[in-house]
């Protein structure tokens, strides 16, 4: 305990001494604690209300104890890309505290108690943004509420925080000269990886035997075998993502001959399965997102159908604001990825600034090292992208073509353009770590390599 709290004094004082590049980090991690504290606090709100309410808003899908425990589930689903652009500021967060890091193993800090005091600094941010949150959206929620839930909530997001930062920092060494390296392994995802792909696959034949229509509602077109569909298509855009990158990176390193190319390839040959880890969250998202696109397409034309001839039992507004909201709430989880990468890319530049200034002295222009940048994010993520779409889009077809024996099914190539808007979306959000580039390429960087 009393090794923990040194650790915890390190890290406030060290956090006091952040100079002012690393004060947008701390920024950052603040505002995604306050944003997962905000999601806890409208959590623990919906589901201290018992009973029949009558909301003023939402066109009744507050009002039942069922819609609110659905509305729940998907805002606490928001949490994972929360955690994930938390995990990404963590990790950029290390490379700027580097010479920091490696005062304390000089001073006899073990490579633990230095992750471990990194990660503390990030709980403290999430700390600061968790009681700006708290303080902010408890005076708005309109109804009583359990204030042991807010409590909870108010500890378990720095908690959290602490936590993804310690396992985003976990092959972070810094060495005592001021190096931080970054232990990678590099035989792929692992066995985890393989295990739960194969029980997906298990899963997915178990639903494909599931007969498709009877009463009750079959497992094959519950909520359950979607989200085991959504998953099992990541996991095989994620390992297609490292996969292709590896591929990608020694075919065209031994083949081309344009420069933005060849630094590019060498780049993903050298650790494929960076951007695998960093397109996790994104691909769900992908898949998800395709998924619904199409699944909305075919329940909107169903519900327009029923409204028409009168077969709808409830006004049109409660099924719409429902739809609405998760398309809401997906926008936001993609806001998030997309935040994540950007920073996961300027996190990438920051620890090959030397490398990336050796580079610039010795006469490669500005504009192809810029190329390198966009083509180690737009090249490893197009095969994984198209994957993740087309596993939404399968998705979304498979429940038109479920539902087709009682109404009128419209083509879903909603979730056709889902990834597209997807891909331009992330080679946008990588190119805002651009004037990042010109920064690491000036030639002071060079007196630290």
Do not use: K
Not at 29 to 57: E, K, N, P, Q, R
Not at 129 to 158: E, F, I, N, Q
Not at 305 to 312: A, N, Q
Request: charged share 15%; with cysteine.
């Amino acid at each position: 305990m009393s090794a923990l709290l040194t650790d915890l004094r390190l890290a406030w004082l060290l956090t006091q001494g952040s100079d002012r590049r690393e004060w947008w980090r701390v920024g950052l991690m603040a505002a995604g604690a306050a944003l997962a504290t905000g999601i806890g606090l409208a959590v623990v709100a919906l589901l201290s209300l018992d009973g029949f309410y009558s909301v003023s808003f939402g066109s009744g899908l507050f009002n039942s104890p069922s819609d609110r425990r659905n509305v729940s589930l998907a805002l606490g689903l928001l949490l994972i890309p929360v955690l994930g652009f938390l995990g990404q500021c963590a990790r950029i967060g290390a490379v700027h505290r580097d010479r920091r890091l490696a005062a304390l193993r000089l001073a006899g800090a073990g490579p633990w108690q230095v992750r471990r005091i990194a990660a503390l600094e990030s709980g403290l941010a999430c700390l600061a943004g968790a009681v700006v949150a708290t303080a902010a959206v408890v005076p708005l929620l309109p109804y009583a509420t359990h204030w042991a839930g807010v409590v909870v909530v108010a500890v378990s997001v720095p908690v959290l925080g602490a936590v993804v930062s310690a396992v985003a920092l976990r092959r972070v060494v810094a060495d005592p000269l001021g190096r931080v390296r970054r232990m990678r392994p590099m035989r792929g995802p692992g066995r985890l990886f393989g295990t739960a792909t194969r029980l997906l696959a298990v899963t997915v034949v178990v639903i494909a035997l599931t007969p498709v229509f009877g009463n009750p509602v079959p497992f094959g077109l519950g909520p359950v075998a979607v989200l085991v569909l959504a998953v099992l298509f990541s996991l095989i855009a994620i390992w297609l993502s490292g996969a292709s990158s590896r591929q990608l990176g020694e075919g065209f390193a031994a083949g081309t001959s344009r420069p933005a190319l060849l630094i590019a390839a060498e780049r993903m040959r050298e650790d494929p399965w960076s951007t695998a880890r960093t397109h996790a969250a994104l691909l769900l998202v992908t898949v998800v997102g395709s998924g619904f696109a199409g699944v909305r397409q075919i329940l909107l034309a169903d519900l327009d159908h029923r409204h028409r001839t009168g077969r709808l039992a409830t006004p049109m507004a409660y099924y719409t604001t429902g739809i609405d909201l998760t398309a809401a709430a997906l926008l936001v989880a993609l806001a998030l990825v997309l935040t994540a990468l950007a920073v996961g890319t300027a996190e990438s530049l920051a620890t090959r600034r030397r490398g990336l200034a050796a580079q610039a002295a010795a006469g490669v222009p500005h504009a192809v090292l810029a190329r390198a940048l966009l083509l180690e994010t737009a090249l490893p993520l197009f095969p994984a992208i198209a994957v993740a779409g087309l596993g939404g889009a399968a998705i979304s077809f498979w429940y038109g073509a479920a539902v087709s024996g009682h109404t009128d099914v419209p083509v879903p190539y909603a979730a056709l353009l889902v990834p597209v808007g997807v891909y331009a979306a992330c080679v946008l959000a990588a190119a805002t770590s651009l004037p990042l580039l010109r920064r690491s390429v000036r030639p002071g960087e060079l007196r630290y390599a």
